[in-house]
């Protein structure tokens, strides 16, 4: 009779301990970022996927999107609880206009960056319980972009440099507990 109870015991505990793994495995997978090109995105304009080390500020980084002036992405979002990280740069080398980023959920303008050389700039924006997510990219200057470039293969049209673009699933207001 002991012996039943021990394995009966044995076999309660190795369920509920997959049970647990398993959900525990759900939850952490809903938790991972999802990167821009999981989103389900419509690009009006231009942009191109790259993977090339930049410096900025004398520090190295890798740049994973590279994104021309004047463009528009518009991606579908996972819904519930969820914040936008977005990290953009422009190297030291290169003589660019100021960026400016703006961010829109479900048409709502949310939240507007500008940012300069020499400097990794990062955006962290609530899009809760949004369908959808646009993000403009454009030269911040009020004159014309292309009278910041020098030489004539550098010019504003090279984009703007990337770091990080994704989704965060789940996540709470940085700040709140």
């Known amino acids: 009779m002991k012996r039943v109870r021990w394995l009966s015991g044995l076999l309660s505990a ?6 647990l793994a ?5 939850v952490a997978q809903a938790q991972r970022p999802i990167p821009w090109t999981d989103l389900k995105c419509q690009v009006n ?7 090339e080390d930049i ?7 890798t740049s994973m999107l590279r994104i021309f002036p004047g463009t528009s992405l518009t991606c579908k979002l996972p819904g519930g609880r969820a914040f936008l990280e977005l990290q953009f740069a422009i190297p030291d080398k290169e003589r660019k206009a100021p960026i400016k980023v703006d961010v829109y959920v479900d048409g709502n303008h949310l939240k507007s960056l500008t940012g300069e050389k020499g400097k990794v700039h990062t955006m962290l924006v609530d899009v809760s319980n949004g369908k959808s997510l646009s993000i403009d990219v454009d030269c ?3 004159t014309d972009c292309l009278s910041v470039s020098s030489g ?5 049209l090279d984009g703007y440099n990337f770091i ?6 789940g996540a709470s207001s940085p700040g709140r507990r």
């Open 14 to 19: 190795g369920v509920l301990s997959f049970t």
């Open 152 to 156: 004539p293969f550098s010019s504003i």
């Open 45 to 51: 304009g231009r942009q191109r996927s790259m993977f």
């Open 140 to 142: 911040a200057a009020a």
């Open 55 to 61: 410096v900025v500020s004398r520090e190295i980084y």
């Open 22 to 26: 398993t959900v525990g495995a759900q």
């Open 164 to 169: 990080k673009f994704q989704v965060v699933p």
